[in-house]
T-cell receptor, first 110, second 113 residues
Framework: QKEVEQDPGPLSVPEGAIVSLNCTYS??????FMWYRQYSRKGPELLMY????GNKEDGRFTAQVDKSSKYISLFIRDSQPSDSATYLC??????????FGAGTTVTVRA | GAGVSQSPSNKVTEKGKDVELRCDPI?????LYWYRQSLGQGLEFLIY????????KSGLPSDRFSAERTGGSVSTLTIQRTQQEDSAVYLC???????????FGPGTRLLVL
């Protein structure tokens, strides 16, 4: 079993829809949780970072962490074609060695 | 400002050859990481350098893989006697001192024929 599980999709939604992405993990010692966005042929860029259970909002993005269920989510409101990318969840025990999910490919149709 | 740069962008090599991949981190960043991204897989941690400390090499998949970081800046990842399963995108990232965000380069796409 992988340490971090993420459905690779692909996920296709119409413009303006809410995109819902999630990951589950097996190591209850993970303390830091991140979401990265990766455009085609580019390196990942950090979208959201949190280290506690609960919700964190940043503009159209909301990250949710449920440590009791070992489950994290990312929601994108009012999705735009420019949001089309691969979204990777990542988590860490010690704030440097990241364990990544496989990534979910999202397409937002205009 | 300049981000993390990697060279070459693409590398095609024959099985059994050695390859060197280069990473130039953001100026002043003290931490440097190498990851491997295979098709349909998440990023796999390979190695971590922090300042003058001994690197964390726990992610290197075999002794064919090695990395060094000269002068606390540029890093080179070397793969000896390449195998077809080494084909992947090799990503480098760096972090400033005390920072948590890893800034990634665009990667080197390695294809071993």
């Amino acid at each position: 079993q992988k340490e971090v599980e993420q459905d690779p999709g692909p996920l296709s939604v119409p413009e303006g829809a809410i995109v819902s992405l999630n990951c589950t993990y097996s190591n209850s010692a993970f303390q830091y949780f991140m979401w990265y966005r990766q455009y085609s042929r580019k390196g990942p860029e950090l979208l959201m970072y949190t280290y506690s259970s609960g919700n964190k909002e940043d503009g159209r993005f909301t990250a949710q962490v449920d440590k009791s269920s070992k489950y994290i989510s990312l929601f994108i409101r009012d999705s735009q074609p420019s949001d089309s990318a691969t979204y990777l969840c990542a988590m860490s025990l010690n704030d440097y060695k990241l364990s990544f999910g496989a990534g979910t490919t999202v397409t937002v149709r205009a | 400002g300049a981000g993390v740069s990697q060279s070459p962008s693409n590398k095609v090599t024959e099985k059994g050859k050695d390859v060197e991949l280069r990473c130039d981190p953001i100026s002043g960043h003290t931490a440097l990481y190498w990851y491997r991204q295979s098709l349909g897989q998440g990023l796999e941690f390979l190695i971590y350098f922090q300042g003058n400390s001994a690197p964390d090499k726990s992610g290197l998949p075999s002794d064919r893989f090695s990395a060094e970081r000269t002068g606390g800046s540029v890093s080179t990842l070397t793969i000896q006697r390449t195998q077809q399963e080494d084909s992947a995108v090799y990503l480098c990232a760096s972090t400033p001192s005390g920072g948590q965000t890893q800034y990634f380069g665009p990667g080197t796409r390695l294809l071993v024929l």
